[in-house]
Each structure stands twice: as C-alpha cells, then as structure tokens.
Nanobody, 120 residues
Framework: QVQLVESGGGLVQAGGSLRLSCAASGAIYGINDVGWYRQAPGKQRELVARFTSGGSTNYADSVKGRFTISRDNAKNTVYLQMNSLKPEDTAVYYC??????????????WGQGTQVTVSS
C-alpha cells in the first residue's frame, strides 16, 4: 500500500508564503507524474502544478509566477512553494501521484489534503 502525506498548510495573510510537502511511502517502485491539486468550497478540484511523466512542469494560469513545484526523488517527496498568496488561493490542497507497483502497474493515489487559508 502507498500513502501520500501532505503537510505545511495553515493560515496566512495575503501576500504571504507557505511551503507544502507531500511525502510518499510504502511499496513504491517508481513514480510517474506527481503534482498538486486544490478544491475550494463549492468548486471542482483543479490542477495547481504537476510534474509530467517526461519531467516537465505544468501550472495553472492562476498560479504561474507565484507557485513553484519541486521534488526530491531520493525522499519521494514533492513540494509546492507558494508565494504572494491571495485569498482566492484558499482551498484544500491535495497531493496526487501515479505510482508503479511491484507488478509494473501504475496506480494513482491521493493524499488526505491540507487546508490553506489566506486572509485578506
């Protein structure tokens, strides 16, 4: 079984910064694409930033220039540095990863989510 555990959320004033972490553990034989999604109250879950299987990055237009995704492959950890936060960034942030198992199959996992609240 694989677990994704997010941390680093919290309450911050507009213009502030937060750094989210997502640590993957368990029976991991490789990680394909990995990234961050968020869901605000009453809205659909949306992509924030991700590494593709080819290693490139995708960002939502709303966070380009403010958020940076990074990863430490040795630690199976992905980060999201969030700067210049805005109230509209308030949401539950979820880590998502496609993980290769012992049999060579890829399975997608979600973390439990971490709340980010930006006050105006």
């Amino acid at each position: 079984q694989v677990q994704l555990v997010e941390s680093g959320g919290g309450l911050v004033q507009a213009g502030g910064s937060l750094r989210l972490s997502c640590a993957a553990s368990g029976a991991i034989y490789g990680i394909n694409d990995v990234g961050w999604y968020r869901q605000a109250p009453g809205k659909q879950r949306e992509l924030v930033a991700r590494f593709t299987s080819g290693g490139s990055t995708n960002y939502a237009d709303s966070v380009k220039g403010r958020f940076t995704i990074s990863r430490d492959n040795a630690k199976n950890t992905v980060y999201l540095q969030m700067n210049s936060l805005k109230p509209e960034d308030t949401a539950v942030y979820y880590c998502n990863a496609e993980v290769r198992n012992y049999y060579g199959h890829y399975v997608r996992y979600w973390g439990q989510g971490t709340q980010v609240t930006v006050s105006s």
